[in-house]
């Protein structure tokens, strides 16, 4: 099984500041890997998928970037409705998720 | 626009079984292999079982082998997952959710349901 694995687990950020999540691959998951963002009471939200290819609806300060093992999202400047958890999942070998990243304000 | 509708969660007592189901609309159901995850309460996600778009194959996480079954009726649009013999750690929301890409192969998810709490509890 490949494992995920995100780090912070908790990062506190200042609206408009710039946010980076990590997320590490215990093998190569090529650009296989996905982000959602889930906020509370809600279901996950696909936000990045092919490691950096945003989804619908989801505005240009969130990229993604990383291949291999070593996959990075950023968010350039945090807005209040981006407060959340962001998940990593790699869909190269079935699927697994990090732990996830909890983004709150600062 | 596509919808998924999860239903069927509850309270069961541990050994005992629960189906919940997960109705599907706004896509070609049939053209698309689904998923069911699940979330304990304040944990993070992981995958369950996915069906292929045509039924033919289905695949689980070790920790549900042999447990739960997923299936899938083309003609109601609908997706299930029975569990059977259940445990105190399988209390979570379970969310179904659409495979990207039609026909199968291993892809992410892009739309998920908005999940359905199963409280496995004496």
């Known amino acids: 099984e490949i494992v995920m694995t995100q780090s912070p687990a908790t990062l506190s950020v200042s609206p408009g500041e710039r946010a980076t999540l990590s997320c590490r691959a215990s093998?190569?998951?090529?650009?296989?890997l996905a982000w959602y963002q889930q906020k509370p009471g809600q279901a996950p939200r696909l936000l990045i998928y092919g490691a950096s290819t945003r989804a619908t609806g989801f505005p240009a300060r969130f990229s993604g970037s990383g291949s291999g093992t070593e996959f990075t999202l950023t968010i350039s400047s945090l807005q209040s409705e981006d407060f959340a958890v962001y998940y990593c999942?790699?869909?190269?070998?079935?699927?697994?998720f990090g732990q996830g990243t909890k983004v709150e304000i600062k | 626009q596509v919808q998924l509708v999860e239903s069927g969660g509850g309270v069961v007592q541990p050994g005992r079984s629960l189906r919940v189901s997960c109705a599907a609309s706004g896509f070609t159901f049939s053209s698309y292999a689904m998923h069911w995850v699940r979330q304990a309460p304040g944990k993070g996600l992981e995958w369950v079982a996915v069906?292929?778009?045509?039924?033919?194959?289905?695949y689980y996480a070790d920790s549900v082998k042999g447990r739960f079954t997923i299936s899938r009726d083309i003609s109601r649009n609908t997706l299930y997952l029975q569990m059977n013999s259940l445990r105190a750690e399988d209390t979570a929301v379970y969310y179904c959710?659409?495979?990207?890409?039609?026909?199968?192969?291993?892809?992410?998810?892009?739309?998920w349901g908005q999940g359905t709490l199963v409280t496995v509890s004496s």
């Open positions: 093998q190569s998951v090529s650009s296989n």
């Open positions: 069906i292929s778009y045509d039924g033919s194959n289905k």
């Open positions: 959710a659409k495979d990207s890409s039609p026909g199968g192969g291993t892809t992410w998810f892009d739309y």
């Open positions: 999942q790699q869909y190269n070998n079935w699927w697994t």
